[in-house]
């Protein structure tokens, strides 16, 4: 049976003395290739970033003759995996509890090796999210706690079947992750129609993915980074299916993740198996979950495009951008937009800044609320 119950810290100040560890779960790191369509698709969700974002394809297209071409570029979050792990940890013990935190970039397992020598961090989880081809769409998957001994070949056979899916595969690929009692496999944002197929479209092939795989999936997620109405709807349809709901915070800036789950367990394994076999998850979301979605977008896209001088090699976002040329090299922003960069992005980190001023911030929350969020 499934036995999830969410809580909000708002409501229940104490709700974490009945509880032993933090779990945060869906969180990335330096070594996470992110689209850069990610940009355009939260930018255009705020109107000034809309207009800004506008103002650089017009130029682009007027100089070069062509579109902005979003496929082809990336960027990597500022934060290393030690970074991230900091970041996590330090929300979690701030509400008196042992933090277990993993790491999932996207088609990546190196944060989690790169933690194993760190000796504080040691006992992290190596763990990744997958990219899973399904008909039109893909969707993504969080694998938490893969056996480091078999990590990285079990990573080769899931890349294999991403490069060249088959639907006959995919069932024994996952099998195969069940079986491994330590490892913990959730359905990350379920409903959200990452690829842009239409809300009903996506939700046919959620309905069709989730009935050939449930019965491997041990988790849907309640993600932190996906509006609230949203993530109703996945408690609906984990309801339906009978799994249990978990956090995911799905961090890629600076600001920890705003919803963790709360556990007795004292090791990942054990948290696993509460999920697996009992079937038992308590979700806590944290205050600034109830923050307008649109400011904590426009506050990623500052982390994301702001300096870090304490990250050597990651300290302007012209070293955390890239592009693949047409002869398949990959090329580094810095050497595209020589000094500081484009106008139009210290134009935006200026005017962000006024963020920090407690009196504009406030009056861009309230123009930014747009009901969407969780109640008081």
């Given amino acids: ?158 890349a294999a079947y991403t490069a060249r899916p088959q639907a006959e595969g995919l069932a024994g690929l996952l099998a195969a992750l069940n079986e491994r009692r330590e490892t913990l496999v959730v359905f990350n944002h379920p409903l959200w129609d990452e690829a842009g197929i239409g809300a009903a479209a996506h939700f046919e092939l959620f309905q069709s993915f989730l009935g050939r795989y449930g019965a491997w999936l041990h988790a849907l997620e309640l993600n932190g980074l996906r509006p609230w109405a949203e993530n109703r709807r996945v408690m609906r349809a984990a309801a339906g299916s009978g799994h249990p709901l978990v956090a995911g915070g799905d961090r890629h800036g600076c600001e920890p993740n705003p919803n963790l789950n709360l556990t007795n367990a004292g090791s990942f394994e054990e948290f696993a198996s509460e999920i697996r076999k009992d079937r038992i998850s308590d979700v806590l979301f944290l205050p600034q979950y109830r923050e307008p979605l649109k400011l904590r977008y426009l506050e990623s896209v500052r982390d994301v495009l702001r300096d870090y001088p304490e990250y050597p090699g990651r300290v302007r976002w012209l070293d955390r951008f890239f592009y693949r040329s047409e002869t398949g090299a990959e090329v580094p922003a810095s050497v595209l937009f020589k000094g500081n960069g484009l106008g139009v992005v210290r134009h935006f980190l200026g005017l962000s800044g006024l963020l920090d001023r407690r009196h504009v911030r406030s009056a861009i929350r309230s123009a930014l609320a747009d009901g969407q969020e969780v109640a008081p």
Wanted: glycine fraction near 6%; charged fraction near 25%; include cysteine.
């Fill in 1 to 158: 049976m499934n036995q999830s119950r969410l809580h909000f810290l708002w409501r229940e100040r104490n709700v974490c003395r009945r509880f032993r560890t933090g779990v945060s779960l869906h969180s990335h790191t330096s070594y996470s290739r992110e689209n850069l369509g990610f940009i355009p698709r939260y930018a255009r969700k705020v109107a000034l970033l809309a207009k800004i974002l506008d103002w650089h394809e017009r130029d682009y297209r007027r100089k070069s003759g062509k579109d902005v071409d979003y496929s082809r570029a990336w960027w990597t979050p500022p934060a290393g995996p030690a970074e991230a792990w900091h970041i996590e940890r330090t929300q979690i013990e701030n509400l008196d509890l042992n933090p277990l935190v993993s790491l999932t970039d996207h088609d990546d397992i190196e944060s989690g090796f790169v933690l194993h020598v760190i000796e504080e961090c040691g006992a992290a989880p190596v763990s990744v999210e997958w990219t899973v081809p399904y008909g039109p769409s893909f969707f993504h998957l969080g694998l938490h706690n893969l056996p480091a001994h078999a990590a990285r070949a079990i990573l080769s056979d899931l």
